[in-house]
């Protein structure tokens, strides 16, 4: 499955401190559990463009 988040950008966000390993897979689930809930608001409002109040 593809990565929805780069590493370095997660360790830019986390400001000075280290990022273990597990944690870049963890995020990318969340995020990806979260893009997937906001197309299924979409659908069900009729659209099949997602936008931020689908968040």
Same mark, same amino acid.
């Given at each position: 499955m593809v990565d929805v988040? &780069?590493?370095s950008g997660v360790r830019d966000a986390a400001e000075g401190v280290n990022v273990g390993s597990d944690f870049y897979? +963890?995020?990318d689930e969340?995020? &990806?559990?979260?893009?997937h809930r906001a197309v299924e608001?979409?659908?069900e409002n009729g659209?099949?463009?997602?936008? +931020?109040?689908?968040?």
């Open positions: 988040l &780069k590493k897979e +963890a995020l969340h995020v &990806k559990e979260a893009i608001r979409a659908e659209r099949k463009t997602v936008k +931020a109040r689908d968040v």
